[in-house]
Nanobody, 120 residues
């Protein structure tokens, strides 16, 4: 079972920035699969916001495109989410997960996530 640990969340003012990190327990799994960042706001479903393939191809949800950047460090089995120009609607618990392709479902065990609060 693939384990994922997220970190880096916190309270930030609108317009501010945060960088989230997610470390995966298996380097082999990390290196050959797509990594994704998801978020779940109170009372809403968990949504995919950014993805990165093993080759570095990226994809973003329209709501974060141009403000968020996903990256990965294969040597550290870690994926990052740089979040700039944060808005109150970005407030959510952020999770990462791994999947076989850009169109498949995640198969890792969901971690506890990291809380992001955007508020003045």
């Amino acid at each position: 079972q693939v384990q994922l640990v997220e970190s880096g969340g916190g309270l930030v003012q609108p317009g501010g920035s945060l960088r989230l990190s997610c470390t995966v327990s298996s380097r082999i799994i990390f290196n050959i699969n797509v990594m994704g960042w998801y978020r779940q706001a109170p009372g809403k479903e968990r949504d995919l916001v950014a993805s990165i393939s093993g080759f570095g191809a990226t994809k973003y949800a329209d709501s974060v495109n141009g403000r968020f950047t996903i990256s990965r460090d294969n040597a550290k089995s870690t994926v990052y989410l740089q979040m700039n120009s944060l808005k109150p609607e970005d407030t959510a618990v952020y999770y990462c997960n791994v999947r076989a392709s850009m169109t498949s479902a995640p198969f890792g065990s969901w971690g506890q996530g990291t809380q992001v609060i955007v508020s003045s």
